[in-house]
């Protein structure tokens, strides 16, 4: 196990992630709650080669990040039907933590020595390595594992920042690509 403390100690906790019913009610909410955000909405994402529990299976996943100070919140509205580890909740709200690992498999192979089980592994659209990993009976939730990705991360936490105090709760990615964001 003493091997477990470097793989995650170099990044650590980066993310907390929601699956929410509704983005935009979700994410008007922590805004107007407790001043997250506002949230880039990364739209819709495909997943034709999405691995669940060791089969193929398509995934139509939204996802919205937003951050409160340097803790990053990842909102998630799944649009397909499963299976998936979002559905295997069973309810909405704290899905999992992400880190940020250099090497996923050995993160991944690590979690399994501990009694860990993989849920879900895909690939973003920019060939970042995904891994979701089944921590419910040791933390009452998943682990996310992928590879820092210090440009998004500073531009979410940027967006935050320079917020505009009664700015909008989402920001959709479109609208910062054409800088208007």
């Not at 008007?28 to 997250?36: E, F, N, Q, R, Y």
């Amino acid at each position: 196990m003493a091997n477990n403390t470097t793989l995650f100690d170099e990044h650590g906790i980066k993310q907390l992630g929601y699956y929410v019913q509704s983005i935009e009610e979700t994410a008007a909410m922590l805004h107007d709650t407790i001043g997250v955000g506002p949230f880039l909405d990364s739209g819709v994402t495909e997943f034709d080669a999405c691995e669940v529990r060791s089969k193929t299976v398509p995934l139509k996943i939204r996802t919205a990040l937003g951050h409160l100070n340097d803790i990053q919140l990842e909102l998630i509205e799944i649009s397909s039907n499963g299976p998936d580890p979002y559905h295997e909740m069973g309810h909405y709200g704290l899905h999992h933590f992400c880190i940020y690992v250099d090497d996923v498999q050995a993160a991944v192979d690590a979690l399994m020595a501990a009694g860990m089980t993989v849920a879900m592994l895909l690939e973003s659209g920019s060939g970042q390595k995904i891994a979701y990993v089944d921590a419910r009976e040791q933390l009452g939730q998943y682990i996310e594992l992928c590879t820092p990705n210090d440009k998004l991360w500073e531009t979410v936490k940027s967006l935050h920042e320079n917020a505009e105090p009664n700015g909008p709760a989402i920001i959709p990615i479109s609208a910062l690509m054409a800088g208007r964001g």
